[in-house]
């Protein structure tokens, strides 16, 4: 017959977009299938071929199809909530001469439609994200999950974290699975609880990184894990909080606790980060700014950089438009006094930590900036613009930005940052930080930051590491 896998692309080109969206169906292609199921089963080191193969949300047949090619002895079995899926794959599967096969129409997060003690689970679950209307879950099957799932079901987590949660579960000991998730998933707070049980049985690596844009607008990976034997330890497992370093192979190592570090940023400020409602308010009180002016400047992340406001320097889009002098007028005595004043402004969704003082206090920062306080501005601010912490802060929390390149934090994760002891070399830091401030040449501000940074790797008690300096460097914005 024809190539089975072919079955399933025309069944995905045939179906209707938004039920599509709704169940999260966009299928692997053959390719990535094959490499998946080969990853999964070189960490496969079982006496005997794996016996069991699962896909909990079979699609088209494209990965069991891929396994069946490798394992021809082994029991294929997949589930799909779509019946049309589960006939695909009935017929792609007859099509490539397979016989022991079992396809069910059921969900494959519900316990009791799972296998217990599959060898090697293979898939790509639906990436339903509860930030989406489209595919926010309703009532009936937030009260199911939290039944199945306990806690971990709780709150906005994404239903492919489920998934992964269910075949942690039903892994065989010593068993291997490999699945494609949303790399959001290895460090979103929604997915923690996730993350903490299934690291609790589970060896877990990224073996893939889709970095051919495959699936796009998302960015993707597959995690492999490896199910701990009785007994024994099968495979390092991975500490629970945290799944992004996973992410930042090519982000350079700092030792994280910081030896130097006796303190966190939350120990010198307090931070906070606006709500989308902040935003909308100041979009209705939005204006250019007129010569002589003293309203409040909106700062997007956009108009800051690392020592530098680039207000008036540059246009700006916000509210939909673009602007060149954007100021707030009339805004509610209440909102503008607990947002005016002396602070440093944090810029989030950016290739490095950017950190600047707005002495003046007339900065309105807007989401997803993050606004620090604190009475050492410039102390903060140069441990904050270091490459110490952006490599830190690119390994905790790698996955988390809109972008691979980007670092997304919050204002509790800001406030965790190590800070090192008071001494000489921060004390250098700060006044090279000052001093980027004011200049206006981009070079002189660059080498002003490096100075910083300089001091900061031996305000740690660190020495200076060329590398991570330089791939630092090489993301400082220069302008
Ligand atoms: C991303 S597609 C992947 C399909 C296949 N594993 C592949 O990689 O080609 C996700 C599939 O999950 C199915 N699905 C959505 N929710 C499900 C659920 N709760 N249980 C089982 N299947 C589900 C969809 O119908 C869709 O076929």
Not at 167 to 194: I, K
Not at 412 to 420: D, K, R, T
Request: glycine share 8%; proline share 8%.
């Amino acid at each position: 017959m024809a190539d089975p896998f072919a079955l399933g692309v025309a069944f995905e080109e045939a179906q209707d977009p938004d039920d599509r969206t709704r169940r999260g169906a966009w299928f692997t292609p053959a390719a990535v299938a094959r490499l998946l199921v080969d990853r999964a089963l070189s960490a496969w080191s079982g006496p005997r071929p794996p016996r069991v193969v699962l896909d909990p949300s079979v699609g088209g047949g494209a990965f069991l199809l891929a396994a069946h090619e490798r394992l021809p002895e082994a029991r294929l079995v997949g589930i799909d909530i779509d019946a049309g899926a589960v006939a695909v794959t009935d017929e792609a599967l007859a099509g490539a001469g397979a016989t022991d096969v079992v396809v069910v129409h059921g969900d494959g997060l519900d316990p009791s439609s799972t296998p217990e003690g599959a060898d090697l689970v293979v898939g790509n679950p639906p990436f339903l994200s509860q930030l989406r209307t489209a595919t926010t879950r309703d009532d009936d099957r937030r009260v199911r999950l939290r039944g199945w799932y306990g806690e971990a079901a709780e709150g906005y987590v994404d239903e492919s974290g489920l998934f992964v949660l269910a075949v942690s579960r039903l892994l065989s000991p010593g068993g291997v699975a490999v699945l494609v998730v949303p790399e959001a998933l290895l460090a979103t707070g929604s997915a923690a609880r996730m993350r903490e049980e299934v690291s609790s049985r589970c060896g877990v690596e990224v073996v893939w990184r889709d970095t051919d844009g495959v699936f796009p607008g998302v960015p993707t990976c597959a995690l492999l894990l490896r199910r701990v034997r009785r007994g024994g330890v099968e495979g390092a497992r991975t500490g629970g909080d945290s799944w992004a370093a996973l992410l930042a192979d090519d982000v350079p190592l700092v030792a994280d606790p910081v030896p130097g570090a006796t303190r966190t940023v939350g120990d010198l400020a307090t931070a906070t980060a606006d709500f989308r409602e902040a935003y909308y308010l100041v979009a209705d009180h939005v204006r250019e700014a007129r010569p002589g002016h003293d309203d409040p400047r909106i700062t997007p992340v956009g108009l800051i950089d690392p020592a530098h406001h680039r207000w008036g320097a540059t246009t700006v889009r916000f509210a939909k438009q673009r602007w060149e002098r954007p100021v707030a007028v009339d805004l509610p005595p209440a909102f503008l006094a607990t947002r005016s004043g002396p602070k440093l402004l944090v810029a989030t969704q950016t290739k490095v930590l950017e950190a600047l003082v707005d002495t003046v206090g007339d900065m309105l920062p807007t989401t997803p900036a993050i606004t620090v306080r604190t009475d050492r501005p410039w102390h903060v601010g140069a441990a904050l613009t270091s490459p110490v912490l952006t490599a830190l802060a690119a390994r905790r929390h790698a996955g988390a930005a809109r972008t691979r390149t980007a670092l997304k934090l919050s204002a509790a994760q800001v406030l965790a940052l190590p800070l090192p002891d008071d001494g000489p070399a921060w004390d250098a830091a700060a006044e090279a930080f000052r001093a980027a401030h004011d200049t206006t040449g981009p070079d002189e501000r660059t080498h002003l930051l490096q100075r910083c940074g300089a001091s900061m790797w031996t305000a740690y008690g660190l020495e200076a590491d060329p590398a991570a300096t330089g791939w630092w460097s090489d993301r400082l914005p220069r302008r």
